[in-house]
């Protein structure tokens, strides 16, 4: 392991940054002298997969900070019995790209393939399956965790050790390796079946509805929408296809599911962030989601064919995307809230946005069920995603994600890690060990304490 250097990191969002000693090993016993190296110097130290985390997760101001992406091999493979064992830096386009043309596919996956499996398990990422395959931790057989003492301990899916390093973000130790168990699959296009929604009552009924009958759903929300049709949407809900159909057993190789180099045929993906940032503006945004929903009612309802690997990871094949919210980034809020107070919840949310115009350019609903882990955040209820860029009406954003934090403690709602930037409703893994740490962790732990 080369000697760690002082660096400044960033979250994905891009607003959140710190200065830190990063160590980058390239295998267990590295890791483990990494730790020891740290503890030296008196420094806690957070863990980092491929940096995924929206906000300060995966920084530590002053701290130590060990980065997993070089821990990267594939220890085992069983393609008769669908399970992969594999070190912690392997990411989940790696993973996919592994076990397709074997007729498996990662069993839950994030909307992005980017994150490590590390990442994965320590933040127990979910999926628009949740309500049917829950979150990526239920999946997981077996898991390799070195602790602050330099031991590296095992635990396996019927061992509670596992349940304790799910969602935990680290704080039990660091993972080594995972074994993951897979799903068999028909094809490798899905079933999708494409619908919309006019206002946000017929878009939690309409989500509802489709996440019964399907493997995968999620509505996509126009947040500039208003008055009667505020929380209007257009949603997508997919399944595998039947054995019968005349497509099982296609499209599982990695060309079948590449997506096109050109966007439409026509320009080059890598340009289109570029292109991206002349339309991510208030008027921008609003014409856009009003073109888009105009033509999915137009066509409403209607189905297609995709690729797996388009339908989950829809922003990774617009390279560069972020970049399109400018230098300052963007911030995500996400609420997870009881069913019986969604409704409410998400309502003023999005009238909040238009009484302080701050409106979200992304908005990503979902269903799910309860989370069964210690360190669970997940409800029996839906999830709404908002992305905000963070620019010359930061004072306005601040205000109103402080007044989203108010809503969610009303309804009981909890706080997704992986997406936090500012909310200081966390809830603190149980059981972690000192030595680890994190700027989400300190702000979560003074809210605690105060």
Known sequence: MSAPSREMLFGWGRANHARSLVYRPSGPDEAAEAVRDARRRGLTVAHRGAGQSYGDAALNQGGAVLQTVGLDRILHYDPEGGRIRAEAGVTV????????????????????????????????VHGKNHMGAGSFAEHVRWVAVLGPDGEV????????????????????????????????????????????????????QELDTLAGAHEHAVAW???????????????????????EHPRADEGLSVEEQAPDPRAL??????????????????????????????????????????????????LDYVPGWRRAYGPAGLMQYQFFVPEARAGEVFRRALQLQHERDVVSYLGVLKRHREDPFPAG????????????????????????????????????????????????LGAVPPGGDEVYSSNLLRRWKRTASA
Not at 275 to 303: E, F, M, Q, T, W
């Open 93 to 124: 386009d790696r993973l996919w790209r592994h076990v397709v043309a074997d007729g498996w596919w990662p069993p839950v996956v994030p909307g992005t393939s980017r994150p490590t499996l590390g990442g994965c398990l320590a933040m127990n």
């Open 377 to 424: 955040y997940s409800v029996d209820g839906y999830s709404l995603a908002l992305d905000f860029p963070v620019g010359r009406r930061l004072t306005d954003l601040m205000g109103l994600l402080r007044e989203y934090d108010r809503l969610q403690e009303w309804a009981g709602g909890r706080i997704y890690a992986a997406k936090d930037s500012m909310s200081r």
């Open 221 to 243: 929300v126009d947040c500039f929408s208003a008055g009667d049709t505020l929380g209007r949407a257009e949603l997508h809900a997919a399944s595998d296809l039947d054995r």
């Open 153 to 204: 301990e095992e635990h396996t899916r019927d061992v509670a050790g596992l349940d304790g390093v799910a969602g935990a973000q680290g704080t039990s130790g660091t993972i080594l390796a995972l074994e993951i168990e897979l799903k068999r699959v028909n094809s490798g296009y899905l079933g999708v079946e494409a619908r919309t929604a006019a206002s946000l009552d017929a878009t939690l």
């Open 265 to 314: 045929g026509l320009l080059p993906r890598d340009r289109l962030a570029s292109v991206l940032r002349l339309a991510v503006c208030d008027p921008g945004i609003r014409a856009l989601n009003r073109a888009k929903y105009v033509h999915a009612r137009a066509a409403h309802p209607s189905s297609h064919l995709e690729p797996r690997a388009s339908f989950h990871f829809l």
